[in-house]
């Protein structure tokens, strides 16, 4: 799988935007990028995924770079249930495990 | 909620021993990962079973062994259990079609079991 690089942690204040970047400069023409984040004592959970045009859900918007070497998660408004550790994982179409990296633990201010 | 239970939600045991871990997936979710959260490792993937049969393989140990039931719940086995199994243990299920997995398919994940190895 290719790898994929996070800086370890960022911080936020309430209710300001987020944008946490992600560098995959080995990526796949197949790859699609996940985003999954993994609050305190819980299991991950999805958040977003794009292969090449940006995408909006009700969670957050993904910016993809036009080569695809890198991308990011932008959460519009952060509060205080966004604090959790974020990881950013390439995953083939034909494939299903999922690779997760170091993430990063993004801790939001109030 | 994400729809997937495990069981039990904490297990403590002693070197040596063997457990078993339960997962039951989403209504309707063919398929059923398996993942090991260490404090040294992180997060890795175990095993995957799609309808019963074993689809992938990650980095399991020859001690771990994991299979799919026809009602689709799965259990994860352990034994001969070193302290360096204590982990949290996460099952997923995700709902790709009959033609096979999809990497744009989510995965749900249960809340996890804790185990312990004293």
């Known amino acids: 799988d290719a790898k994929t690089t996070q800086p370890n942690s960022m911080e936020s204040n309430e209710e300001e935007p987020v944008h946490l970047p992600c560098n995959h400069s080995?990526?796949?023409?197949?790859?699609?990028i996940h985003w999954y984040r993994q609050l305190p004592s819980q299991g991950p959970e999805y958040v977003i995924h794009?292969?090449?045009s940006n995408v909006n859900n009700r969670m957050a918007s993904l910016a993809i770079a036009e080569d695809r070497k890198s991308s990011t998660l932008i959460l519009h408004r952060a509060t205080l249930r966004d604090a959790a550790v974020y990881y950013c994982?390439?995953?083939?179409?034909?494939?299903?495990?999922?690779?997760f990296g170091e993430g990063t633990q993004l801790t939001v201010n109030p | 909620d994400s729809g997937v239970t495990q069981t039990p939600k904490h297990l403590i045991t002693a070197t040596g021993q063997r457990v078993t871990l339960r997962c039951s997936p989403r209504?309707?979710?063919?398929?059923v990962y398996w993942y090991q959260q260490s404090l040294d490792q992180g997060l890795q993937f175990l095993i995957q079973?799609?309808?019963?049969?074993?689809?992938a393989k990650g980095n399991i140990l020859e001690r771990f062994s994991a299979q799919q039931f026809p009602d689709l719940h799965s259990e994860l086995n352990l034994s001969s259990l070193e302290l360096g199994d204590s982990a949290l243990y996460f099952c997923?299920?995700?709902?790709?079609?009959?033609?096979?997995?999809?990497?744009?398919?989510?995965?749900?994940f249960g809340p996890g079991t804790r185990l312990t190895v004293l």
């Open positions: 997923a299920s995700s709902g790709e079609g009959l033609a096979g997995g999809r990497g744009y398919n989510e995965q749900f």
């Open positions: 080995t990526i796949s023409g197949t790859d699609y």
């Open positions: 794009g292969l090449t």
């Open positions: 994982i390439l995953r083939r179409t034909s494939g299903s495990r999922l690779t």
């Open positions: 209504s309707g979710d063919l398929s």
């Open positions: 079973y799609y309808n019963g049969e074993e689809r």
